[in-house]
């Protein structure tokens, strides 16, 4: 499976951004997608994941009620739109995916590569 991530820039303060990632090869619609994000000096972690169905999805505190993650299994895409971003949302966001039942504890198999957002005060 390979994972394409696009979208990232350069964003104010309480502004608004949407990365999309396109996959190909595999099976895209059985795949759990997951976003993630790895910020200078801190660890990756994962900002939001949706199921195969798009009918569930999880997000970190910090996401809640800013963004948004979707899916359309059609085009064979995954979308986080982003809202009201902060500073402290700067950072190399990854798509990601993998097989098996909707559990954000577990790791992924398949990733991009990274798009930076960066979001000034």
């Known amino acids: 499976v390979q994972l394409q991530a696009f979208g990232g820039g350069l964003v104010q303060a309480g502004g608004s951004l949407r990365l999309s990632c396109a996959a190909s090869?595999?099976?895209?619609?059985?795949?759990?997608m997951g976003w993630f994000r790895q910020a200078p000096v801190k660890e990756r972690e994962l900002v939001a994941a949706?199921?195969?169905?798009?009918?569930?999805?999880y997000y970190i505190d910090s996401a809640k009620g800013r963004f948004t993650i979707s899916r359309d299994n059609a085009k064979n895409t995954v979308d986080l739109q982003m809202n009201s971003l902060e500073p402290a949302d700067t950072a190399i966001y990854y798509c990601a995916a993998r097989g098996g039942l909707f559990d954000v504890a577990k790791g992924y198999d398949y990733w991009g590569q990274g798009t930076q957002v960066t979001v000034s005060s």
């Open positions: 090869g595999g099976t895209f619609s059985t795949y759990v």
């Open positions: 949706i199921n195969w169905s798009g009918f569930r999805t």
